[in-house]
């Protein structure tokens, strides 16, 4: 027979991480419009580009990878950027103690740096590999944003054993949960943490900039608006309070929550 002592036991046994976001460069003047749905043309903003490192329970689990390709430089301008493996050293972690990589989606500024963490385990959605390993490449399919060699790179991190393929919405480490529905990609996910400070949930690219959440406004990048929209309302009760919803690439992150190191805050 469970009684509330053993209830109220196990639920104070949960984990609960602390979680940073790390900023690892920025591109500048990028168009409004290119990440708010009829956003003025005429607007720029200097994105931050950034990854998020969950502490606990005996792991180190990073939340997208950035990038690193000497590729993506002759496309981009970047300014101060520090090689993402680098980057979270700056907070503390070597890459080599990454035990797991959550990517969000496979874009070459969330993709791009798996491989920077040796040992870490990957875990991405099973529809989303699939996608951009073969239909995407297809006459009919879409594979803007996405790096051949990133790509490679999973398919060979599957066969050392290292790639987790997730279907669809569910607890994939103790106390960290992803979903699916923003449609950013051809099956993007969204991060939930049991925190210290409550349930924090990482958009990333589900949802750009808090303007996304204070309007109520989709994402310009996405397979379905409606369902951007609905992803959004559903990270409201996900999360402890709209304040933890951390999202992709809004310089403002690095300015709501309290500074730990240089580009590294605390989410609390």
């Known amino acids: 027979m469970i009684t509330a002592f053993m209830m109220l036991a196990a639920l104070a046994t949960q984990p609960k991480y602390e979680v940073y976001a790390i900023r690892y460069a920025t591109i500048p003047g990028f168009k409004v419009s290119g990440l708010i749905e009829g956003a003025d043309p005429a607007r720029r903003i200097d994105i931050a580009m950034m990854v998020w490192l969950i502490r606990g329970n005996g792991r180190n689990v990073l939340v997208d990878s950035g990038f690193y390709r000497p590729s993506i430089f002759k496309s981009w301008k970047v300014d101060s950027f520090v090689r993402p493996d680098e980057a979270v050293a700056h907070a503390g972690v070597k890459p080599e103690e990454i035990t797991d990589v959550i990517l969000t989606h496979a874009h070459w500024d969330h993709a791009g740096g798996a491989e920077l963490f040796p040992k870490a385990q990957i875990w991405i959605q099973k529809d989303e590999y699939q996608y951009y390993t073969v239909d995407a490449w297809k006459p009919d399919g879409k594979h803007g944003g996405i790096d051949h060699e990133d790509m490679d790179f999973l398919e060979h991190a599957n066969k050392e054993g290292r790639l987790h393929l997730v279907d669809g919405d569910r607890e994939i480490l103790p106390g960290i949960r992803v979903y699916t529905g923003g449609r950013h ?20 690219d589900n949802m750009y900039l808090y303007e996304n959440l204070e309007k109520h406004l989709p994402i310009a990048q996405t397979f379905d608006a409606k369902s951007n929209l609905a992803a959004q309302d559903r990270m409201k ?32």
């Open 237 to 268: 009760t996900i999360a402890s309070k709209p304040q933890l919803i951390v999202t992709g690439h809004d310089p403002l992150v690095m300015t709501r929550f309290p500074k730990v190191a240089d580009n590294v805050v605390r989410i609390e």
């Open 185 to 204: 990609t051809f099956a993007s996910q969204y991060v939930s943490v049991d925190a210290k400070p409550g349930t924090i949930v990482l958009a990333s």
